[in-house]
């Protein structure tokens, strides 16, 4: 019986791999493609990273397994939450394996905090939004901690991007990689396995913040730093070569990407801004956003944030809900707006006793005038991209932003003061970071490579958790995808729940509290 060996290449644009692996840069990509199969993989809608991974490793979409971001929204007027791992429905990959005897690795996943019991090891992803390193929280079994304490994400603030960022940026995501690849290789070594999946972040960061100087074409475009982005996927190269290497023979090997990556244009949208002007929305007068959560990101040690963030959640959802929303006045607002770059949506604002027949009126409506806006080329239900039992999770209306000459637009927060739906970016603004439009973004193909030769057309995101339990011949529930290549086993596996969440006592929160306003981050 074969084993299968997942690596994931988070944001990996196939439109620059076919090319480079045509001219000799990724030889072992390269190799891998001449066994088996290379091919553009759809990813989910939006492409974003925790809806996209978390259909990789269940094979469902997120109205299925319920995780759409790494927050969401309940109440009027809202309330954030941070989701986690506890918050996917459905059985994962790692939950059907161990169920059936199979040994598992789980490295660096995303939505995998805090770590499950599996039947081997798993090492948590980035899940804290503000997460640098890890500590034995993000281990299971804990006493693996020391064999895997150098495993840390990129150890760089992501938001304030100054003069000097790109100069330091690039060599860190260099000896991140070196660090991940030594230590999954030794995992690979350790002991048997049925299952091993290992992802690494570095070609999402080093596209969103170094697309401008790899793309002449591209509207921000400056010099400097013309081959980082190359350099970042030579060096992953290696270590595909490196990891193959390690597992040994009869192992079936993909190369997956949640997503693929464009650049990002200097064109913006104010997504609450333009439902103010259409009289859906109304601002409070003179509310402003979060102080704490700008004092978070000014002061507190980046090394410090995803800690403090897992022990004092309920103080964090506070600054960021209040970041978001604090200036919306609620009670004479019918639809907004997240304003999620990543994931631009409008949600309704639905009042007690509004009828289904109205709620569907409003939508249409809402839809019909978004498409008519030159800057969206398309507004969906939710109902018409997800199913299942939580989609009403997701925002009401769904936004494909269109492209201009190629480039993406940018959905932002809409700023205090500044009344326009659409703007152009000031030269100043065209490095980004998060929060202000990185100037590479998600495009809805990533990539596929594979040892084996895919059978079937047009595979996506949903077709790899079938792939992984027919080539180890374990029974699953239903599924959306299906096999690349052979076959479902006949049967149907037990359902496993998930874990529920833990929340933060009230006391932790506290603490935290009076540690912040001890320090003047509070106001």
């Known amino acids: 019986m074969a084993r299968f060996l997942i690596i994931g290449l988070d944001g990996a644009e196939p439109s620059l791999m076919a090319p480079w692996m045509d001219e000799g840069l990724l030889p072992n990509l390269a190799r891998l493609r001449a066994r088996g199969t290379f091919a553009p993989l759809e990813s989910t809608f939006p492409p974003a990273t925790f809806p996209a991974w978390t259909s990789c490793v269940t094979g469902v979409n997120p109205g299925r397994h319920g995780l759409f971001d790494f927050t969401e929204t309940t109440g009027t007027p809202p309330t954030l939450h941070f989701t986690n791992a506890g918050s996917r429905k459905v059985p994962a990959l790692w939950n059907i394996l161990s169920d059936a005897r199979k040994r598992v690795g789980i490295l660096g996943v995303p939505a995998t905090y805090p770590p499950e019991p599996v039947n081997g090891f798993m090492v948590s992803g980035f899940d804290s939004p503000v997460a640098t390193n890890i500590n034995p929280s993000f281990v299971w079994p804990p006493d693996w901690f020391p064999e895997v304490r150098d495993w840390r994400f990129a150890d760089m603030q992501e938001s304030n991007i100054g003069p000097k960022w790109h100069a330091r940026a690039l060599p860190a995501l260099l000896r991140k990689i070196d660090d991940k690849e030594r230590i999954a290789c030794q995992l690979l070594s350790k002991e048997p396995w049925d299952f091993f999946m290992v992802v690494f972040g570095e070609t999402d960061t080093?596209?969103?913040?170094?697309?401008?100087?790899?793309?002449?074409?591209?509207?921000?475009h400056r010099p400097g730093f013309e081959t980082a982005i190359q350099s970042v996927y030579q060096r992953l190269d290696h270590t595909v070569g490196a990891l193959m290497e390690a597992a040994g023979d009869d192992v079936v090997v993909c190369v997956v990407s949640d997503h693929g990556f464009g650049g990002a244009g200097d064109g913006v949208i104010h997504l609450n801004n333009w439902l103010a002007e259409q009289g859906y929305l109304r601002f409070r007068d003179g509310a402003g956003g979060s102080a704490l959560k700008r004092a978070a990101l000014r002061w507190v040690p980046a090394p410090w944030r995803g800690s403090l963030f897992r022990r004092f959640s309920g103080l964090a959802t506070r600054a960021e809900t209040k970041s978001r929303f604090g200036r919306i006045d609620w009670e004479h607002t019918t639809a907004w707006s997240e304003e999620l770059n990543y994931f631009p949506s409008v949600r309704i604002n639905r009042p007690r006793g509004m009828t289904d027949t109205a709620y569907a009126a409003l939508i249409t409506e809402i839809c019909a005038r978004l498409e008519?806006?030159?800057?969206?080329?398309?507004?969906?239900?939710?109902?018409?991209?997800?199913?299942?039992?939580?989609?009403?999770?997701?925002?009401?209306?769904?936004?494909?932003?269109?492209?201009?000459?190629?480039?993406?637009?940018?959905?932002?927060?809409?700023?205090?003061?500044?009344?326009?739906?659409?703007?152009?970016?000031?030269?100043?603004?065209?490095?980004?970071?998060?929060?202000?439009?990185?100037?590479?973004?998600?495009?809805?193909?990533?990539?596929?490579?594979?040892?084996?030769?895919?059978?079937?057309?047009?595979?996506?995101?949903y077709d790899i958790t079938p792939t992984v339990l027919s080539v180890l011949g374990v029974t699953a529930p239903p599924m959306d995808g299906?096999?690349?290549?052979?076959?479902?086993?006949?049967?149907?596996?037990?359902?496993?729940?998930?874990?529920?969440?833990?929340?933060?006592?009230?006391?932790?929160?506290?603490?935290?509290?009076a540690q912040w306003r001890g320090l003047g981050y509070l106001e």
């Not at 590479?440 to 990539?447: E, K």
């Not at 052979?486 to 998930?498: L, M």
């Open 206 to 220: 080093v596209s969103h913040h170094f697309w401008m100087f790899h793309d002449q074409n591209s509207p921000r």
């Open 372 to 461: 008519s806006w030159a800057p969206v080329a398309r507004a969906w239900p939710r109902e018409t991209r997800y199913h299942g039992d939580y989609v009403d999770r997701a925002p009401d209306i769904l936004l494909e932003l269109a492209l201009e000459n190629g480039y993406a637009h940018s959905c932002l927060r809409t700023p205090e003061g500044d009344l326009r739906p659409f703007r152009r970016l000031a030269p100043a603004e065209y490095p980004g970071g998060k929060e202000r439009g990185m100037n590479g973004s998600h495009r809805g193909m990533g990539v596929l490579l594979s040892s084996e030769p895919v059978t079937r057309p047009n595979p996506s995101l």
């Open 482 to 513: 299906r096999p690349l290549w052979g076959h479902t086993p006949e049967g149907t596996a037990p359902p496993t729940t998930p874990r529920a969440e833990t929340p933060y006592t009230k006391e932790e929160e506290r603490l935290l509290e």
